[in-house]
């Protein structure tokens, strides 16, 4: 099927238009995001090490020296007001649906607000949270949302990214977002996934993101921040032993 747009104008001469995207609506059955198999894709049992698997960003020591903090007389209240909030917040999102793009900016393409994509930074401020507070609720809802975004078929900020024929050369931040949240969520919560879900946030990182990300065109500073994204993709997929790092 093809769509012919017709422009017309009073004044005569050649002109010249430009408009940004075009939306078009398909009347149908809406998409459905897949049902994740927590039962498959989780470790069986509640977590008995409150470590990193891959240590890409917090050794053992490191999470000691913030676990002391923590009890300090002058940090105890702001910690436990930090818990309860993130621990609140949880609670709204527990049972999500997957969507079917990773949104870098809600907003993009006139989407409103209503469709925020914040569950996944608060999912690592739960893993790293549950780490250093040996909280194993906290965990596994970090580990949940971490298969939830591996689920997600575009990491992508929407349809005209992928669809057949475009020209769209936006930059990928979505890609790069994807992997930097992906690579954490699988080292912070290596010890909540099974052997499945760990595999399946790796094949995330490598097609989903990376592929991409090694594609993408990078200007201005945009090459200092996909270079965060790379790195903590490739690093992740070496230190899982679950694939290699892509060339």
Partial sequence: QKIRTRFTTEVPGSKDL?????????????WVGPTPDYDRLLAPNESQ???PGLNLVLSEGELERLRAMTVRADRQEIWQAELNEIRTSTESIMDATVPRYSLYVPTRYGRSGEEPRR????????????????????????ARQAIRLALIEFWKEGFVSHFRGSDWGHSAFAENQGNIRSALLLDFCWHCLSPDGRALIAQAIREKGLVNLQCSE?????GVRFHRGLLLGQLALSQAGLGKPMS
């Fill in 18 to 30: 430009n408009f940004r995207w075009l939306m078009v609506r398909r009347d149908g059955v809406p």
């Fill in 119 to 142: 569950e996944f930074d608060l999912a690592l401020r739960a893993a790293l949270a549950g780490l250093v507070a040996r909280d194993d609720d906290l965990m596994r809802f970090a």
């Fill in 49 to 51: 090490e409150f470590t």
């Fill in 218 to 222: 990078a200007v201005a500073n945009q």
